[in-house]
């Protein structure tokens, strides 16, 4: 990996030190260029045009978001959010009373919300598998839960958005796929910061985000669908005319691929410029991505793990490049305040976000931390200095 290149690439990331990727990363510059190329062609020549003249484009997006996930295009769909993708892939599921959704305490807050209202709405019920006291899921119990259960659906957030943990999303799909059970992966976080590969993890959905680890720009997501969902004829409760064929009047007929999880409209510069996102990570190699992050974070959490009474929130036995932390001499808000005065970009992680998390920690709130690989060790440093106060 060459950092120097890669820093030259990043417009946004030699004014400041700036560590929210976890939130929304700096883009590259291919990324730039090709949206701004876009919305430049679309004020000339009008959407439409456009998005006829940059076809081949549009369908990289599927190549690239294949072979970033270890799949085939057909099972990739374009969407405009995480949230999105993971709407659509819970609708698809025809959950009746009775039925058991299994997660985590450590999912995602907006999948807990939509549990909680499939829970109003059909009276399913939710099962959170326990935590070992390390913070990593308890796989036995979880096994057993599955096995006694036999749940609708197991979801699992692969990184959750307030801590580092990364849940074991590879082993709980193998005890998914031993007992037949649909399986929904949320790696709003993981993707474009680990290698993800569908295959291993066994999952039958993924959904991601395009603003966050892999720095593309906001308004852009993915959906993978196995191809089990697929040949299952598994489809969002509404599609539309990109999801479907309208064959006679009362008549409709499912797209084969994924793209029955899409929508036609969508931003054609988000799209391409997603693409390009996704190209870059492919180039670089998740393998290399991983390993540089993996090395800055070791040595981030060894220098900060020094200073007295900071406290690195993050649990669990394997650990990302989220990083959370609170100190006993400084509120949340004085270190934010710090943070601001020198110029780094962070996030704040509110009990809001973690509300079965943050308790456990005893606390409320923490600064949230996420370098990338556009990120120096030297910057990480500074960053430790700053925060000895
Ligand atoms: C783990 C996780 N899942 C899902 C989301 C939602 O992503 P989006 O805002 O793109 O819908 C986030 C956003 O922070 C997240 O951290």
Same mark, same amino acid.
């Given at each position: 990996?060459?950092?120097?290149?890669?820093?030259?690439?990043?417009?946004?990331?030699?004014?400041?030190?700036?560590?929210?990727?976890?939130?929304?990363?700096?883009?590259?510059?291919?990324?730039?260029?090709?949206?701004?190329?876009?919305?430049?062609?679309?004020? /000339?020549?009008?959407?439409?045009?456009?998005?006829?003249?940059?076809?081949?484009?549009?369908?990289?997006?599927?190549?690239?978001?294949?072979?970033?996930?270890?799949?085939?295009?057909?099972?990739?769909?374009?969407q405009t959010s995480a949230t999105d993708a993971y709407a659509k892939a819970i609708s698809?599921?025809?959950?009746?009373?009775?039925?058991?959704?299994?997660?985590?305490?450590?999912?995602y807050v907006s999948n807990?919300l939509s549990?909680?209202?499939?829970?109003?709405?059909?009276?399913?019920? @939710?099962?959170?598998?326990?935590?070992? !006291?390390?913070?990593?899921?308890?796989?036995?119990? =979880?096994?057993?839960?599955?096995?006694?259960?036999?749940?609708?659906? #197991?979801?699992?957030?692969?990184?959750?958005t307030?801590?580092?943990?990364? /849940?074991?999303?590879?082993?709980?799909?193998?005890?998914?796929?031993?007992?037949?059970?649909?399986?929904?992966?949320d790696?709003c976080? *993981?993707?474009?910061?680990?290698?993800?590969?569908?295959?291993?993890?066994?999952?039958?959905?993924?959904t991601a985000t395009?603003?966050?680890?892999?720095?593309? !720009?906001?308004g852009?997501g993915?959906l993978?669908?196995?191809?089990?969902?697929?040949?299952?004829?598994?489809?969002?409760?509404?599609?539309?005319?990109?999801?479907?064929?309208?064959?006679?009047?009362? #008549?409709?007929?499912?797209? !084969?691929?994924?793209?029955?999880?899409?929508?036609?409209?969508?931003?054609?510069?988000?799209?391409?410029?997603?693409?390009?996102?996704?190209?870059?990570?492919?180039?670089?190699?998740?393998?290399?991505?991983?390993?540089?992050?993996?090395?800055?974070?070791?040595?981030?959490?060894?220098?900060?793990?020094?200073?007295?009474?900071?406290?690195?929130?993050?649990?669990?036995?394997?650990? *990302?490049?989220?990083?959370?932390?609170?100190?006993?001499?400084?509120?949340?808000?004085?270190?934010?305040?710090?943070?601001?005065?020198?110029?780094?970009? =962070?996030?704040?992680?509110?009990?809001?976000?973690?509300?079965?998390?943050?308790?456990?920690?005893? @606390?409320?709130?923490?600064?949230?931390? *996420?370098?990338?690989?556009?990120?120096? !060790?030297?910057?990480?440093?500074?960053?430790?200095?700053?925060?000895?106060?």
């Amino acid at each position: 990996m060459d950092i120097n290149t890669i820093r030259k690439e990043t417009r946004g990331c030699t004014d400041k030190i700036f560590l929210n990727s976890a939130g929304s990363s700096l883009v590259p510059d291919t990324v730039f260029n090709q949206m701004m190329n876009i919305l430049t062609e679309e004020a /000339q020549i009008g959407g439409y045009a456009v998005a006829g003249l940059n076809q081949q484009g549009i369908d990289e997006f599927y190549i690239e978001a294949a072979k970033l996930l270890n799949c085939a295009p057909e099972n990739m769909s374009f969407q405009t959010s995480a949230t999105d993708a993971y709407a659509k892939a819970i609708s698809s599921i025809e959950f009746k009373a009775g039925d058991i959704i299994l997660t985590t305490d450590d999912d995602y807050v907006s999948n807990q919300l939509s549990f909680l209202a499939l829970k109003k709405r059909f009276g399913i019920r @939710i099962i959170r598998a326990a935590n070992l !006291p390390d913070g990593d899921l308890d796989l036995v119990a =979880f096994e057993e839960l599955v096995r006694v259960h036999q749940p609708k659906l #197991v979801a699992l957030t692969h990184i959750p958005t307030s801590s580092g943990l990364i /849940q074991a999303a590879d082993e709980v799909g193998a005890i998914c796929r031993k007992y037949n059970v649909w399986y929904l992966v949320d790696a709003c976080q *993981s993707v474009g910061q680990l290698v993800v590969d569908v295959q291993k993890m066994g999952c039958d959905f993924l959904t991601a985000t395009g603003r966050k680890f892999l720095r593309g !720009p906001r308004g852009t997501g993915f959906l993978y669908v196995s191809d089990r969902a697929l040949e299952a004829g598994l489809a969002p409760l509404i599609f539309d005319m990109v999801g479907a064929e309208w064959t006679s009047v009362d #008549v409709y007929t499912l797209v !084969p691929t994924a793209k029955r999880f899409e929508f036609w409209e969508s931003s054609i510069a988000g799209r391409l410029a997603f693409k390009e996102a996704l190209k870059y990570a492919n180039h670089i190699g998740m393998a290399n991505i991983e390993k540089y992050n993996a090395d800055l974070m070791a040595q981030f959490r060894n220098q900060l793990g020094q200073i007295k009474g900071l406290h690195l929130q993050d649990r669990g036995t394997h650990i *990302s490049s989220i990083l959370t932390l609170t100190m006993d001499h400084h509120t949340t808000e004085e270190i934010a305040a710090r943070l601001r005065e020198h110029n780094v970009y =962070f996030s704040l992680s509110t009990i809001g976000s973690a509300m079965i998390n943050f308790p456990k920690k005893k @606390i409320k709130n923490a600064v949230r931390l *996420s370098p990338h690989y556009f990120n120096t !060790p030297e910057e990480l440093e500074k960053v430790v200095a700053i925060l000895d106060f």
